[in-house]
Nanobody, 124 residues
Framework: QVQLVESGGGLVQAGGSLRLSCAAS????????MGWFRQAPGKEREFVAA?????????YYAESVKGRFTISRDNAKNTVYLQMNSLKPEDTAVYFC????????????????WGQGTQVTVSS
């Protein structure tokens, strides 16, 4: 079983930055990536970014956040980060850390374990 604990959410002004952290504990498997999804009220949970643990740590991003968000990892700390720059009001959502059990990184069906979520609110 894997436990994921997010932190770093909060209120930020448009154009500002925020860094989210996700610490993984338990029997986390590094055979699969970790990543971030987000969900705004009344909307489906959508893919944001993902990163592989092994090798060069391949990165994956949703088109809506490319060039603004950066996902990274610290293998020693078993922690994944999401650096969010140039934030926009449409980025407002609950952000969920995700540990995958499948290979389709953009689909929630590939996620085996979720964090409880951290609220990100971007004001105009």
């Amino acid at each position: 079983q894997v436990q994921l604990v997010e932190s770093g959410g909060g209120l930020v002004q448009a154009g500002g930055s925020l860094r989210l952290s996700c610490a993984a504990s338990g029997r986390a498997s590094r055979a699969y990536p970790m990543g971030w999804f987000r969900q705004a009220p009344g909307k489906e949970r959508e893919f944001v970014a993902a990163i592989r643990w092994s090798g060069g740590g391949s990165l994956y991003y949703a088109e809506s956040v490319k060039g603004r968000f950066t996902i990274s990892r610290d293998n020693a700390k078993n922690t994944v980060y999401l650096q969010m720059n140039s934030l926009k009001p449409e980025d407002t959502a609950v952000y969920f850390c995700a540990a995958y059990v499948g290979i389709e990184i953009s689909s929630p069906v590939s996620v085996g374990f979720w964090g409880q979520g951290t609220q990100v609110t971007v004001s105009s």
